[in-house]
């Protein structure tokens, strides 16, 4: 009998501070924990008292990578719950400032996170010195998104012009219009993306996910639709917490997810792609046939394909905002008479996955009661489940390619533990005989 | 000559600040081409030991555990400089200052005994020496890539610590305090943003926390005026920099804390 232990102490190119322990026995995985040891921050105890106003921009704090889903996710709850509706102006700016962040969070995760993996250096500054090319068209890339996100929002990082019932300040015409040989070359640079990422080295894998996301009527889903899953469900979001349930576990910070029947599921590009292939934009369905990418990805590591074909997706479909835009009447609505709020339930798709709000306010507009599911908080178990696999068939690789194959398969779902509360360490520990 | 050593380390954060430095699209080859990048982990899996000649310190001190870590990272470091509002002034986590920590953990974990957290959010400066503080939530792009160079360079920082109304002038934007009623906290807060928000139409909500020389009780009377109660303008300045000490107090005066009336 023999015992193999192997520690990570800190898992690198993601969002946060984590860990993970695995424990072998007999060639038999016993045990996979995702640790998370981010300190908590207590969001969803200090929102209490603040007014509905305040919930986009402090929510927005909880991810520096992706504030935009926060600001989205609060403003469609607080105004589900107020009965404010939006003009169409808005509802497309709205849309336009997500694509932004998609754009440089997938360009950020696909080229400085996630490509390193696939051609073998510990980051992309290391990796520029012999691909300074890719490196420079992903920065390029990236900068675009955040470009739509400063225009429309102010600044990349917490945007200041988020309001619930719409914008504070609404673009003119001829301002947004500035944007736009800005996305013509993110668009081409995207297509570049998609060939790029599509002919890399990937591991044979196959997973059975049950995928989870949003899913509209007429368009790839953003901030609005039915929940839906691949294994056949299909609800209104204000059911989400009949169907998901969140648990603790002592060794992490943030709280898992599951099914109420027990089950992981899985989050983010691979599912919103898996579950809306048919709402693509004829560029985006396009570029996803030239390259052969099949309607539903199950390879975890082609993960990176789906992100950049979503990148194309956001890029065409900013541009066709672009072109319908004529600014509202009026920036912003609000409650008129006395509040009577009803429930603020809210999803929209973060970049890493459906990100779920919930509020119940007083009559002055107080929040009593803030609930907030995060993407990573969702994936946790089924990122433990595809450890679990990944160290099932690689039994025989030294510890530092065991260590090296673990860290992939975390980073194969860009888990962003700021949210989740933050990310990883490794922790193996083999027994048994081999 | 070797390439002076950069590390980044974060506490309890939202990991906005050090995007900030992967956001410099354009400075962000060019820089790694100046320094070696020691320790960043968001960004490398490699990282080698210190000492470092400069080191950005993002997020707040909140457990025991990093407040241990902290003093190891300072004693590692030649130059040490805190970014963002988490690091400087405890973030938006030091809400938590004003509260009962363990109420907070029964409101978000079924499970309070399994989480480890101080009863307080802190600034690394109430921990060890810091040789700079770069305001901001998030910090400014040009603000990081100038304390980079400047520390790089052997020389001080240019960064001004003068209100954000200053900024808004020399924009020529018209003021939402005055002209239109907005409350707004651009008097009393520093610069670094570009005066954002009265540029797109909003008051000022003191990202930047507070600037050189304000004067609270003058805004605190011009905000009442505009009817704001004595609980929404403690509020106000308890956001995202509750904890820097003007604030707080500020917010005090405003309303004064239950056992104190």
Do not use: W
């Given at each position: 009998?023999?015992?193999?232990?192997?520690?990570?102490?800190?898992?690198?190119r993601v969002e946060g501070e984590g860990a993970l322990r695995v424990r072998i026995h007999d060639r038999s995985v016993e045990e996979v924990e995702l640790k998370i040891f981010e300190p908590p921050r207590f969001f969803e105890a200090f929102l209490r008292g603040r007014s509905y106003l305040e919930a986009p921009d402090i929510t927005a704090r909880?991810?520096?990578i992706c504030p935009v889903a926060y600001q989205m996710s609060a403003c469609h709850a607080m105004e589900r719950g107020l009965g404010l509706t939006v003009s169409p102006a808005v509802r497309a700016l709205r849309r336009l400032l997500y694509c932004g962040e998609w754009i440089e969070s997938h360009a950020l995760h696909v080229y400085?996170?996630?490509?390193?993996?696939?051609?073998?250096?510990?980051?992309?500054?290391?990796?520029?010195?012999?691909h300074r090319g890719a490196v420079e068209k992903g920065l390029a890339l990236k900068k675009v998104g955040n470009a739509i996100m400063s225009l429309l929002g102010g600044r990349e990082i917490h945007p200041v012009n988020v309001r619930v019932g719409g914008f504070y300040r609404c673009p003119s015409r001829e301002e947004l219009e500035t944007l736009r040989p800005q996305i013509v070359t993110a668009l081409g640079l995207a297509e570049e993306t998609v060939r790029l990422t599509a002919g890399l080295p990937f591991p044979s894998v196959e997973e059975e996910y049950e995928f989870v996301s949003l899913r509209h009527p007429e368009e790839y889903p953003m901030n609005e639709g039915d929940i839906v899953s691949s294994r056949g469900l299909r609800i209104p979001v204000d059911r989400f917490e009949e169907e998901f349930e969140e648990f603790q576990v002592p060794?992490?910070?943030?709280?898992?997810?599951?099914?109420?029947?027990?089950?992981?599921?899985?989050?983010?590009?691979?599912?919103r792609y898996a579950l809306n292939r048919d709402r693509l934009l004829p560029k985006a369905d396009a570029i996803a046939r030239e390259v052969g990418l099949e309607p539903v990805v199950r390879n975890p590591y082609r993960s990176i394909v789906v992100r950049a074909v979503e990148t194309v997706q956001a890029c065409e479909d900013a541009l066709r905002i672009l072109d319908a835009y004529r600014p509202p009447d009026r920036p912003w609505v609000e409650p008129t008479g006395a509040l009577k709020p009803g429930a603020c339930v809210a999803a929209t798709e973060a970049p890493r996955g459906l990100l779920f709000h919930r509020y119940r306010l007083d009559a002055t507009g107080l929040i009593q009661e803030a609930r907030i599911v995060p993407p990573t908080s969702q994936n946790q178990k089924r990122i433990e489940d595809d450890v679990r696999d990944v160290v099932g068939r690689s039994l025989d690789l030294d510890e530092a390619g065991l260590t090296t194959e673990c860290e992939r398969a975390i980073r194969n779902h860009d888990p962003c533990i700021s949210c989740a509360t933050h990310f990883l360490t490794l922790d193996l520990v083999r027994s048994g005989g081999p | 000559m070797a390439r002076p050593k950069l590390a980044v380390f974060k506490f309890a954060s939202c990991d906005g600040c050090q995007l900030t430095l992967l956001d410099c699209e354009d400075e962000l080859l060019p820089v790694a081409d100046r320094v070696e990048i020691a320790d960043f982990r968001e960004a490398s899996s490699d990282w080698v030991g210190g000492p470092f000649d400069l080191t950005l310190v993002?997020?707040?001190?909140?457990?025991?555990?990093?407040?241990?870590?902290?003093?190891?990272i300072r004693?590692?470091?030649?130059?040490?400089?805190?970014?963002?509002a988490c690091a400087t002034s405890g973030g938006i986590q030091a809400l938590r200052n004003f509260a009962d920590v363990q109420e907070y953990q029964r409101v978000v974990y079924a499970r309070p005994d399994f989480i480890r957290t101080l009863a307080t959010s802190t600034p690394v400066q109430d921990h060890v020496r810091v040789d700079f503080e770069l305001r901001g939530c998030p910090i400014n792009k040009s603000q990081l890539i100038e304390v980079i160079s400047a520390y790089l360079g052997n020389r001080a920082p240019n960064v001004p610590t003068e209100s954000v109304c200053v900024e808004c002038k020399r924009r020529g934007n018209v003021c939402v305090l005055v002209a239109r009623g907005t409350p707004c906290l651009g008097p009393v807060t520093q610069t670094g943003c570009g005066a954002l928000c009265p540029s797109f139409d909003r008051g000022c909500y003191g990202c930047f926390g507070p600037q050189d020389s304000p004067n609270f009780p003058a805004l605190t009377g011009k905000l009442g005026e505009l009817g704001m109660d004595p609980p929404s303008i403690r509020r106000f300045f308890r956001t995202f920099n509750a904890n820097a000490p003007a604030f707080r107090a500020a917010g005090d005066a405003a309303e004064p804390p239950k056992e104190a009336r």
């Open positions: 009998m023999t015992d193999r232990t192997i520690a990570v102490d800190y898992l690198a909880i991810c520096g400085l996170l996630h490509l390193p993996d696939f051609l073998g250096y510990p980051d992309a500054i290391r990796m520029a010195k012999e060794h992490s910070h943030a709280l898992h997810a599951r099914r109420r029947n027990g089950g992981s599921y899985l989050v983010g590009s691979m599912a | 993002e997020g707040s001190i909140t457990t025991a555990e990093d407040a241990r870590r902290i003093q190891e004693a590692q470091s030649r130059v040490l400089v805190t970014i963002g």
